[in-house]
């Protein structure tokens, strides 16, 4: 009888109870499928008389998941309490001190620490592995760090905030202002404690930036994401993209250039035929160009107990198997500092003007794109409820975000403009 | 400095150069992701002396698969050369028998013999990867075997003959009939040799059959697939399919029931605005449900050189990175023998019948098809251009195909049946 996989549980949200659903009901499965029995331990959570839908009575329960990741009796620490710092933390350092493996579904963490974690770990011989940090069940870590090992990565993209993609597909759908439809859903219970991890774009910016030092082989730079969240995004521009043929979506993009690695979390528009563009509601897409498979497209649940708990399992089982990758996909110590690219690719921009109607108003418009170097690719201007203003949209052809600023801020002083003017990146997918 | 994994790769055409030149040049790359060199000792294929656009002069060559796969020179044997038996299955057999890890891009040659070469291999300690086997450069092999480990697996599915799938949307876009595309894509090489292979649903069956063998853990049973091609999909039901909100695809589709297994590769109806609706020319699509999981979409480039040897490579790092994963998932010896579903399960079905355009026609019809137990959803009828013909469109409810080829069988004795009927079955996506 080989020697069983014995795991300590760390947090029993939604995610750990999942997590113990799976290793008590799929236990022949996984014996079958790992070659050895997989058994939890002990665990672990802040409350510890709450009632749970999983019978935990014969499992050891410590308070402190610091203790929990210091017992002698647990193989792998399985750290599901979230949180960049504090507990979390404290505890998956300790497991590390400890000699344990770590499974970990917390983003915030490893884009902040992951580094000096995985250092840690590497050093004493053992793996972190984060499937469940990134796109929920989508088996994206695994895709980059081994499927498309034998590529170089020219770019990874993705819708990785489900609730972002809610609220998107929503007002669209709805024909609602974004305050409506975030409240809506506020009330829903899809929005963070601190709203503004999902809206304002840092969860899924957490997310991209691990995937880009996989995909680089760069250490983890969260803080060179460029994040724009959602919330600027109106239920106008949804609307005019949708006439363009295009879709509004929160998109991470990271691309190693000759400028540097770039990444951004920004709202972007995408074709609307595209896989991207017809992703609707909270499911979560992420697409990876390599230089010999071309672009693969991952699509599937991005939150939720079932999905993330059989990521969490797919990790758990590979260190059953005797996975021994490395964190990042090669030894932490090797991961090169990136160089931030300072700006963004060219790209085509779409502009949205309020302009006063009245003759000459759309020539010094296009007069002050032309002198910055934006060229305009297509354009269509609207009728307006109210006779005095001409809505003005624009698709540019590739251009620098830079000089496009430079062009919008030019604008008011031609005296046509109206109110703020728009501009969002067109990405080519 | 850790040893290299020596390759022998028996097989150049374009995915056999395609991998010899991501070894050659993304070495430093795979290194750092290996932690150790991987290196070509030597090479086969049938004609030394063909032009090929790689230098292969510092290669040892043999003449003979069976000789480079018994090189005590090489740790993986890398079987580029197709075909289910002759000189692949030979030279598989003797890297088996001397020692050799095997990485091989032949489903044909695995859903024949797979269950025996795993069972030899596994049996020395060996390991059998075949990820560029199925789907081309996708890695669903690798998502299905460890990605989604934790789950119980309800449903594979997917389009894995980009031919088909590019003569079935070339009709649609092009307004062209069957014979017309076929011929088109012969012209354009897209055809194997033997046409049947693609446009019959034998080589998109084979690769079903090895992703049933991993989803639910039982042998390899390419004999138990129910192939239909799409020699008769007429582009008159992809018009009306299309009408009702529908493409046709060559599905396969794979699911435990209570039946037993059930495989199938037909044309299927799926809807127009799904993902595996709206894959469009050659790509591939695999579809993989699991019960923690949910939906898991891949998509991807299902042929071509490069996207073929980037499979290929990544199974090589993989062993590079001492995996020892079983072929299938599972040790081969306890893979079950599956029951063959009798019959598909339920489904609804999309009915085109051509009636004589006279009064009670279509109420003999519906008459017969109420006794034999088949339910209609909808139903059209349009003009036609000869007005003693009358075409009718059915999309039935949850029928069995027995009920509906018996309600079709009927049909003729009714007197107003012009023609053969057409039954496709809808596969709810």
């Not at 902040?112 to 990134?134: D, M, N, P, S, Y």
């Not at 260190?319 to 300072?342: C, K, M, N, Y």
Request: with cysteine.
């Amino acid at each position: 009888m080989p020697e069983p996989l014995r795991l300590g549980v760390a947090g029993l949200g939604t995610v750990g109870i999942g997590t113990v659903k799976i290793v008590q009901q799929h236990a022949a499965l996984i014996q079958r499928r790992t070659g050895r029995p997989i058994v939890i331990t002990a665990v672990s959570a802040r409350n510890r008389t709450k009632n749970r839908d999983a019978d935990l009575s014969c499992y050891a329960w410590e308070d402190d998941p610091v203790a929990l990741a210091r017992r002698d009796d647990i193989d792998v620490f399985v750290e599901l309490m979230g949180g960049a710092d504090g507990s979390a933390l404290d505890a998956t350092r300790a497991a590390i001190a400890t000699g344990k493996d770590v499974v970990t579904a917390n983003k915030a963490m490893l884009a902040l620490h992951g580094q000096a974690l995985a250092e840690a770990a590497e050093a004493k011989g053992h793996v972190i592995r984060f499937e469940a940090a990134v796109a929920g069940g989508i088996p994206v870590v695994k895709a980059l760090t081994e499927g498309l090992a034998g590529n170089d990565i020219r770019r990874v993209m993705g819708v990785m905030n489900g609730t972002c993609n809610y609220i998107l597909t929503r007002m669209e759908s709805a024909g609602l202002p974004y305050a409506e439809v975030f409240e809506e859903a506020r009330q829903l219970g899809y929005l963070e404690a601190d709203p503004n991890l999902d809206v304002g774009g840092i969860d899924a910016g957490h997310k991209l930036s691990l995937l880009a030092a996989i995909a680089f082989g760069t250490r983890v730079s969260f803080d060179a994401v460029r994040l724009e969240g959602i919330g600027r995004v109106s239920i106008d521009d949804i609307r005019r993209a949708a006439d363009m043929g295009y879709r509004i979506k929160l998109l991470g993009v990271a691309q190693m250039t000759g400028r540097g690695l770039e990444q951004r979390m920004t709202p972007c528009l995408v074709p609307a035929d595209s896989p991207l563009g017809q992703l609707q509601g909270g499911t979560n897409m992420v697409v990876i160009e390599g230089d010999s498979v071309g672009q693969i497209v991952l699509r599937g649940a991005g939150a939720g107990a079932g999905p993330t708990a059989s990521a969490v399992m797919s990790d758990v089982i590979e260190i059953a198997r005797g996975s021994r990758i490395p964190t990042f996909g090669q030894p932490a110590t090797d991961l090169v500092e990136a160089v931030p690219a300072g700006t963004s690719a060219p790209a085509p921009h779409y502009l949205r003007l309020e302009l006063a109607d009245k003759p000459g108003a759309l020539a010094k418009v296009a007069t002050v794109l032309g002198e910055e170097g934006v060229s305009i690719d297509r354009m269509r201007q609207y009728a307006h409820a109210d006779a005095t203003v001409a809505p003005v949209l624009i698709v540019t052809h590739k251009t620098a975000r830079d000089a496009i600023d430079h062009a919008l801020s030019r604008l008011p002083a031609t005296g046509v403009l109206i109110g703020e003017p728009v501009a969002i990146r067109i990405e080519s997918v």
